[in-house]
């Protein structure tokens, strides 16, 4: 089994900044990509930034320019540094792990950004 848990989550001014972080522990041998997404209410859950286990690092085009997702591959933690956010970016930002073709998800943190 792996766990997943979230850090960092709360309320933050549009413009501000605010960094999440996600350790991974238990059957973690062979973590490969590591990713955040999030679900704002009403919405679909949707693909915020993902990093391969070499570094290799994807966003989604409204992100792009303004999140950094990272890894630390000795902690099996990943982090989302999240800068100039806007009320958009409101929603429940879940970790997501990918170990040997697997999917696991964290329990998931708060974001709220107020105008």
């Known amino acids: 089994q792996v766990q997943l848990v979230e850090s960092g989550g709360g309320l933050v001014q549009a413009g501000g900044s605010l960094r999440l972080s996600c350790a991974a522990s238990?059957?973690?041998?062979?973590?490969?990509?590591m990713n955040w997404y999030r679900q704002a209410p009403g919405k679909q859950r949707e693909l915020v930034a993902g990093v391969s286990r070499g570094g290799t690092a994807n966003y989604a085009d409204s992100v792009k320019g303004r999140f950094t997702i990272s890894r630390d591959n000795a902690k099996n933690t990943v982090y989302l540094q999240m800068n100039s956010v806007k009320p958009e970016d409101t929603a429940v930002y879940y970790c997501n792990v990918v170990v040997s073709f697997r999917n696991y998800w964290g329990q998931g943190t708060q974001v709220t950004v107020s105008s």
């Open positions: 238990g059957s973690i041998f062979g973590i490969s990509a």
